[in-house]
């Protein structure tokens, strides 16, 4: 196949002969045509009636047919045109009578050697409607069709649909592999460049024919656009089409442009898949890696506000009720209470608050909250519950649960503000396939399988996309006088819970949170009173394990006050050496969680190696669940979350050494 270049040229040239050849008629239309003059010319000229029969043929027909000039006037003309062009022609032969108008046809000529070339032909219009003559000026384009067709093939040897547009007219020729990929016939279609821009989606279609402009304007070297279009069915599907202007008049004006078509819907599903995968995969990092950070914090403030807050609670009751110390005393233990309430929800969105996890029945969270609404909620705002029959339960801390939702019904009651609005609380069991997961978190993060889904909406002020994008991120807040972390607990808890979170939100159209936990096959354990008894156990000798000096210090004091001998230790190697020498004389061990040399999970392990009757107190600034799982396994007899004043301290040991049961405290 010749280059395309060297066709285009050649094309050039063949307009510029016609242009010639329009203006030498056009000037010898008044005098009537010198047909003697045609002979010099090469190229096919000739002249016949609207029935298609020849009156004249010039030298060069003579030798492109191997015809004399009078074999081919009459009908002899007509054996030579192929029989599948040659009815087609005459019709655009009667056509043009009744219009007076000149056109410009192809059709294939038979060579002497038995083949067939393709020829191009201006027709002219000469004459009354009686006398009325055509003549013809043809050019040997067999090449340039060559070079078409097998474009032509290769675009649909390799599926691709391939499309030829003319540019003065907008007439549109595609193959049928363009219709295959759209499903219809192109046989059967009108198609013109109207006709394909209605293919076109709403989204692409000023950008695909802003860029068709340019590369026709000369402004970009080649036309390559990405874009969808229609089916026949209805949906759509992703299209990358390539091409440039293939033929230009002689004043270097585009006639032509020429291309192809590719399907290549898969390739962009999969890179809008494997985006979306990577935006999750950021956000999860984000999210894991802040809450890193924040439960590092948290665990640091706590045990420097163990200090604070033990030694304050510890001087409060060695001052005399009423003096100006003990108001003083009393403001810093109040300040450091709401500072240790910070660090936990920093702790809850980190995933290393504190958990009770048991079947819950989510529903009756719900219930159990209704007395909390007339608080919580703005009068003027309506609260429509649609709450599932059989909802299955979900294994979680149902504290954390209802914090979760006092911290949505607030925030939508906050975005509603002083209209009127209503707040939608729904509850619903479903089955998610692995789909449905995909589109929510990265790949494997989460199983097929049967969730309970808690939707809470409102018709509030709503968010943009950048709002949308930071809710959870700690200390950010929209609010005048907000911390930022109640959204950030919430995200904290639900991911706690190997749950997720969809938000749909926008501008002046309300937000919608959906919450989506795993289904438990387990039932509801039903809910008891918790009797708090009081106990008088004094005495005793406790082995403290804890490596900060300052929450070593005031625990001690705590205890000492209370009665206790207090041994302690600065690490876990130290608390097990000391263990061993002299468990028969320790009656409870304090024990840090995170500690340097060796953590109190190992220190626990040879403790019980030890003796398996030990009673200990586990104590930390945080604390995982997977941890404290294993610690239960261990004979944990309890959890006390840091910081904690002397009253809570002496009770929890007070009941461990009454009954040993395990208990953990929040």
């Known amino acids: 196949m ?35 003059s045609f002979d010099a010319l090469d190229c096919l000229i000739w002249v016949q009636t609207c029935k298609g029969v020849v009156t004249f043929a010039n030298h060069f027909c003579e030798q492109m047919t191997g015809r004399t000039r009078k074999e081919l006037e009459g009908e002899g003309w007509r054996s ?13 032969l009667g056509a043009a009578s009744k219009s007076m108008s000149s056109f410009t046809t192809e059709f294939r000529l038979l060579k002497p050697d038995g083949d067939y070339r393709w020829i191009q032909a201006q027709y002219e219009v000469s004459g009354e409607a009686d006398t009325r003559l055509y003549v013809g000026i043809g050019f040997d384009v067999t090449q340039q069709k060559t070079a078409e067709e097998q474009l032509k093939l290769i675009a649909e040897g390799s599926g691709m649909g391939f499309w030829n547009l003319d540019l003065s007219t907008g007439d549109l020729l ?17 198609t013109n460049l109207q006709w394909w821009r209605s293919l076109i989606h709403p989204d692409d279609r000023e950008k695909t024919l802003t860029a068709l402009r340019a590369h026709i304007d000369g402004k970009s070297p080649s036309f390559e656009h990405e874009l969808r279009m229609e089916h026949r069915s209805g949906y759509w599907l992703w299209f990358l089409v390539k091409g440039r202007v293939v033929e230009w008049s002689t004043k270097g004006h585009p006639r032509r442009a020429a291309g192809t078509l590719m399907d290549i819907t898969e390739r962009v599903v999969m890179e809008q898949e494997q985006h979306r995968f990577e935006i999750k995969m950021q956000d999860a990092q984000k999210l894991e890696s802040i809450g890193v950070l924040a439960g590092g914090i948290a665990h640091d403030f706590n045990n420097l506000l163990m200090g604070i807050l033990g030694n304050a609670d510890l001087a409060l009751s060695k001052c005399d009720p009423g003096s100006e110390a003990t108001q003083c005393l009393d ?47 703005n009068k003027n705002v309506d609260v429509d519950f649609q709450l599932a029959s059989k909802l299955p339960a979900i294994e979680a801390d149902a504290t954390q649960i209802r914090q979760v939702i006092m911290n949505l019904l607030t925030n939508a009651s906050e975005a509603i503000g002083s209209n009127y609005g209503v707040i939608s609380v729904s509850t619903r069991a479903q089955f998610l396939d692995q789909t449905m997961l995909s589109k929510m978190a990265p790949a494997g993060e989460l199983s097929s399988g049967h969730y309970v889904l808690l939707t809470i909406q409102d018709n509030g002020e709503g968010m943009d996309a950048q709002t949308r994008q930071h809710i959870f991120d700690p200390f950010f807040t929209t609010k005048a006088h907000g911390r930022g972390l109640g959204m950030a607990a919430v995200c904290g808890i639900v991911r706690s819970h190997h749950g997720l979170i969809e938000v749909e939100s926008t501008p002046n159209e309300g937000s919608k949170f959906t919450l989506i936990f795993p289904a438990s096959e387990l039932e509801p354990i039903p809910a008891e009173r918790d009797v708090l008894q009081s106990h008088h156990i004094n005495g005793g000798h406790i082995l403290l394990v804890e490596d900060e000096p300052i929450v070593a210090n005031v625990t001690t004091m705590m205890l ?103 208990r953990l405290t929040r």
């Open 174 to 190: 595609v193959n049928d592999v363009w219709g295959h990929l759209l499903g219809f016939n192109v046989h059967d279609t009108e």
């Open 331 to 377: 403001a810093i233990v109040r300040a450091s209470s709401r500072a240790a309430d910070l660090c936990k929800e920093l702790l809850a969105y980190s995933g290393k608050g504190q958990f009770i996890v048991e079947p819950v029945q989510l529903n009756e969270v719900i219930r159990d909250m209704y007395h909390l609404l007339d608080v919580t909620i």
């Open 2 to 36: 010749r280059d395309l270049t060297q066709s285009n040229l050649e094309n050039v040239r063949l307009r510029d002969k016609l242009d010639r050849l329009e203006q030498q008629l056009a000037g010898q239309k008044a005098s009537g045509y010198d047909y003697k």
């Open 80 to 92: 030579l045109v192929h029989p599948s062009d040659f009815e087609g022609l005459c019709a655009k």
């Open 560 to 662: 000492r006050q209370a009665g206790y001998t207090v041994e302690v230790a600065k690490n876990g190697v130290d608390g097990v050496r000391a263990f061993t020498a002299n468990h028969q004389h320790i009656d409870l061990v304090v024990l840090d969680l995170a500690m340097p040399i060796m953590n109190g999970e190992e220190a626990l392990k040879r403790m019980v190696a030890v003796d398996h009757q030990v009673k200990i107190l586990l104590t930390s600034g945080y604390n995982e669940q997977g941890s404290i799982d294993q610690f239960t396994q261990n004979r944990i007899s309890g959890f006390l979350q840091k910081p904690y004043t002397s009253e809570r301290l002496i009770t929890e040991i007070q009941r461990i050494q009454s009954n040993g049961a395990m």
